[in-house]
């Protein structure tokens, strides 16, 4: 069992006890005993680079993904990552090409068989503070599964990280491998019920009729539940918007991104059509003054029963084969001047602050988030419970899904997370 892992710096169970936590499995390697040779391949592959910035290889990373990644355990729907989504996930400031590794095949069609990639981030953990590599889009054409292919990219991969004498990694997965320091489970908030219903994505509950579902789930904008001042992120948010995102993960969560940048912030959260949707609160009081901000971007489902129809093999993707899901990204909120709290000492955290004011403010906060994501017409809206969102879940009618997902380091032990510990969202 676990042939490949049980090689690899990773605990093989989360009952075995360490003496020590917050430490690396294996001591770094100096750059000269990392290996500059590619990881040995069979003669069918050959190693590549993908280069984003030529839409002829971005469009072949799509097609891969598109065909052969991620499907939900029922297999009814696989992530549709839209070119752009995907240029916005994989090139971040500072990204090194070298980490968006493909398996291209020898049989002369050079045809883009596997992925992976990673992206440097700078981590806090308990209280280090370390880069790692973050992993993510690793995958297998589904004619290739079962070859072993996975452990020969995941090496690939540690091998160029390691290059760049990095020796951490962070990666989250639907599927339990060795170990998990916390697993997560999703959450689903219906805005389009008619159309869940129609595509299987939600079921009809005994003895309810759709008219009562679209009725149970409708939003309406009550008077007292807009929130003045919100807008849409630009350019001049930046800077405060980074300083409530930190003060807000290291405050409230135990393992979370450190937004060292203004341009690390534009670049994940200035919003861009179709990709990443971050809005603001300013205080109509205070011209300029951000009092919170949220942020969720656009993943759609291809609904694989339409698979034939679904256009994947033509130009265009019919758009009615498609589940238009909004996720939950970052958001952040000052609690200041909302509540009328003062807090005198700068270094009270949000933690003794009364958890109520907390739920209050973020049920406010999500909602206003969930009536855009209604007017952007998204079909649904999901997050994982993680950070302090299972305090909105009840007020806001989440529903929890069958999906589960399983955060991991790699050569990193810590001990387990609680999921509202957790402060990392990935793509
Ligand atoms: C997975 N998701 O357990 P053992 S998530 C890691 N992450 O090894 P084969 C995985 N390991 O148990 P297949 C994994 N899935 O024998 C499987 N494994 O020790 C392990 N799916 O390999 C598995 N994308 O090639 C087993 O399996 C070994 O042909 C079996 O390929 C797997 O991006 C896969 O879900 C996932 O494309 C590529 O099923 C394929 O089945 C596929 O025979 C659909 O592999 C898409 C999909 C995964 C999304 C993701 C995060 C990946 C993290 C990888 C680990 C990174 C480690 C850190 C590296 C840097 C270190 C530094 C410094
Ligand atoms: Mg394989």
Same mark, same amino acid.
């Given at each position: 069992?676990? #042939? ?5 710096? $990773? ?18 390697? @100096? ?34 993904? @598109? ?5 939900? @355990? ?7 990552? =839209?070119?752009?989504? *995907?240029?916005?996930?994989? #090139? ?10 493909? *398996? ?29 590599? /973050? ?20 090496? /690939? ?40 219903? #129609?595509?299987? %994505? ?10 009562? *579902? ?26 405060? $918007? ?15 991104? &450190? ?21 603001? $609160? /300013? ?5 300029? +003054? &951000? ?18 129809? =679904? ?24 609690? /200041? ?8 000492? @700068? ?5 003794? *602050?009364?958890?109520?004011? &907390? ?25 994982? +419970? ?6 909105? %879940? ?14 991991? %380091?790699?050569?990193? $032990?810590?001990? #387990?997370?609680?999921?509202?510990? &957790? ?5």
């Amino acid at each position: 069992e676990h #042939d490949f892992w049980k090689t690899q710096p $990773v605990l093989l169970s989360s009952n075995s006890n360490q003496d020590k936590y917050d430490r690396a499995l294996k001591p770094d390697i @100096s750059l000269e005993k990392v290996s500059k040779e590619f990881i040995p391949i069979s003669s069918e592959f050959y190693w590549c680079t993908v280069d984003i910035h030529k839409s002829s290889q971005m469009q072949e990373l799509y097609t891969l993904l @598109s065909h052969n990644y991620v499907e939900d @355990s029922d297999e009814l729907f696989r992530f549709h990552y =839209s070119p752009e989504f *995907l240029k916005w996930a994989l #090139d971040p400031p500072g990204q090194n090409p070298d980490w968006h590794i493909g *398996l291209r095949s020898t049989d002369g069609s050079n045809k883009l068989m596997a992925f992976i990639s990673g992206s440097e981030i700078e981590m806090k953990v308990n209280s280090v503070t370390k880069k790692m590599a /973050e992993i993510n889009f690793l995958c297998v054409n589904k004619n290739l599964r079962k070859q072993r292919l996975a452990p020969i990219l995941i090496q /690939e991969v540690t091998r160029r990280v390691n290059l760049c004498n990095i020796f951490q990694a962070v990666y989250t997965a639907g599927v339990e491998i060795p170990t998990p320091i916390s697993v997560c489970q999703y959450y689903h908030r219906p805005l389009n019920s008619k159309k869940l219903v #129609d595509t299987g %994505f939600s079921h009809l509950p005994p003895g309810v009729s759709l008219a009562k *579902l679209v009725m149970h789930y409708r939003l309406l904008p009550e008077s007292n539940s807009q929130m003045p001042g919100l807008r849409l992120m630009t350019e001049k948010d930046i800077p405060q $918007v980074r300083k409530i995102l930190n003060k807000y993960l290291n405050a409230r969560t135990k393992m979370h991104q &450190i937004f060292k940048s203004d341009e690390i912030i534009k670049h994940w959260l200035l919003p861009k059509k179709d990709v990443i949707y971050t809005y603001v $609160v /300013e205080d109509i009081n205070k011209t300029g +003054k &951000i009092t919170d901000f949220f942020s969720f971007y656009l993943l759609p489902s291809l609904i694989l029963k339409n698979d034939k129809s =679904s256009g994947l093999n033509t130009k265009k993707v019919n758009p009615n084969n498609l589940i238009n899901s909004a996720y939950l990204f970052y958001y952040g909120f000052n609690l /200041e001047p909302a509540s009328g709290v003062e807090i005198k000492d @700068s270094n009270i955290s949000y933690r003794d *602050l009364n958890e109520s004011m &907390i739920k209050e403010r973020l049920v406010l906060l999500m909602k206003n988030c969930l009536m855009i994501a209604k007017k952007e017409n998204f079909d649904v809206f999901n997050c994982v +419970k993680i950070q302090d969102n299972e305090l909105f %879940f009840d007020d806001l009618k989440f529903g929890s899904g069958d999906g589960h997902l399983h955060y991991y %380091f790699y050569n990193w $032990v810590i001990r #387990d997370l609680k999921n509202r510990d &957790i402060g990392l969202t990935m793509l």
